[in-house]
């Protein structure tokens, strides 16, 4: 049950905005509400069955070929989402990284600067809580919390739905936060232009090699917490190797969002593709 | 969980589909599923039968056939079994390899039965 409204929606997710608590919007993803359809014209026709005598109950045998990909509907919708952004020239970003690395401290401490120069917006995506909504929210910047309940990722239908509700500038910035997970979201197409993986120095160096589709999908790794570089045994050379082995085509970054080290040329990058744009 | 998210979408797309032929239940699915999908088979297939319920689906096999992951190596253009995403070309010793095959995640088929009359 919601306990913000106390429907009894279960599952899918919710989007919510900070600093109003009446606002949220229940979003059902993956065709939860389809298979209760379903369920109801399942019995009636057991009905039907029970109703008459058969002489074949159990029918014929027919087999169907598909040949489609299990995400297509999440893919088309990317393409969609992807088709928006481009018509309107929004930079979309799919920040992911394990919980805790840094996405949301990164955003906090680069937006300011970004904004200088372009809008900027956030999705935020969280199983629970708007915290880190109500952290970008108080740097004065559009931002929109999507709540994934029980799910691990976000997906394509809800980038779709929240950009509805989000009232996105031509010309701009889209920053999306995932769920801090370093396996599922690799799957997920949102229709982002880049996708960014943060590692942090607190991780071990071989998480690269550990999971290696994230960092295989990814178009650019940050390597963030370098200030804590002297007090950790953590080989920056060696994680970056690492990565590189999975995925060859990987930019790579390395910053403290603490000290401020290396986000000038984190930014810059940004700005550079807003600007080609 | 994504298996179970990735069930649901499934049962959501075979479900339709069964629908549209006239089907009145599904006794199989045949999926194509690469090593390096990032899919557990193991998983899936649980999730699947609480994904399935009260669906056309409910009662269908899921047969499952693994392909394993092939890459190429860019530097030499030679071909090789992979498991991970960090190969290593076996002839040239370059980490430039690209995924040829091994991502596949797709329904290949269904069984559905037909309502008998
Ligand atoms: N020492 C140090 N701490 C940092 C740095 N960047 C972030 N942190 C700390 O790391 C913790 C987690 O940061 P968040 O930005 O919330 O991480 P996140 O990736 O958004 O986490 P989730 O949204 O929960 O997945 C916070 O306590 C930050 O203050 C850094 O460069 N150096
Ligand atoms: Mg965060
Ligand atoms: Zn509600
Ligand atoms: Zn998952
Ligand atoms: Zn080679």
């Not at chain 1, 369920?39 to 159990?58: C, L």
């Not at chain 1, 599922?184 to 589709?213: H, N, Q, R, W």
Request: charged share 25%.
């Amino acid at each position: 049950m919601c306990d913000t409204c106390g429907c009894s929606s279960e599952g899918g997710a919710v989007l919510r905005k900070p600093g109003n608590s009446e606002y949220h919007v229940h979003i059902t993803g993956h065709g939860n509400g389809h298979v209760h359809d379903h369920d109801h014209e399942h019995s009636r026709h057991h009905d039907h069955d029970h109703g008459h005598t058969h002489h074949h109950p159990e029918g014929h045998s027919r087999k169907i070929a598909m040949e489609q990909d299990v995400l297509l509907k999440n893919n088309l919708l990317a393409e969609r989402n992807r088709g928006y952004f481009e018509a309107r020239n929004i930079v979309a970003l799919n920040f992911l990284s394990s919980p805790g690395s840094g996405k949301t401290s990164l955003l906090e401490k680069t937006i300011p600067v970004l904004r200088q120069h372009v809008p900027v917006a956030v999705i935020e995506g969280d199983q629970q809580t708007t915290n880190d909504a109500d952290r970008i929210h108080a740097l004065g910047v559009p931002v929109i919390q999507v709540n994934t309940g029980s799910g691990c990722h976000l997906d394509a239908f809800m980038i779709n739905r929240s950009l509805r509700e989000l009232d996105l500038q031509d010309n701009s910035l889209l920053c999306i936060e995932n769920v801090g997970n370093l396996v599922c979201p690799a799957m997920f197409d949102l229709g982002e232009a880049l996708k960014v993986v943060i590692i942090s120095t607190t991780e071990g160096d071989d998480k690269p090699l550990k999971y290696p589709a994230m960092f295989h999908e990814a178009d650019i790794c940050i390597l963030n917490k370098t200030d804590l570089l002297p007090y950790v045994d953590f080989d920056a050379a060696r994680c970056r190797e690492n990565a590189m082995r999975v995925n060859h085509h990987l930019e790579w970054f390395e910053v403290s969002v603490k000290s401020g080290e290396g986000l000038d040329a984190w930014t810059e990058r940004i700005m550079k593709m807003v600007k080609r744009n | 969980m994504h298996e179970m998210s990735i069930a649901l979408s499934i049962v959501e797309a075979v479900d339709a589909k069964a629908r549209e032929e006239g089907a009145a239940k599904i006794t199989g699915i045949d999926l194509l599923v690469g090593r390096l999908s990032g899919i557990e088979t193991e998983s899936l297939k649980f999730c699947f039968s609480a994904a399935s319920k009260g669906s056309l689906a409910e009662d269908a096999v899921l047969a499952i056939d693994e392909r394993e992951g092939t890459g190429e190596c860019t530097a030499c253009k030679s071909s090789f079994p992979v498991s991970f995403y960090y190969a290593e070309c076996p002839e040239c010793g370059s980490l430039a390899v690209s995924i040829i095959s091994g991502e596949e995640f797709q329904i290949k088929s269904m069984t559905i039965e037909e309502e008998g009359e």
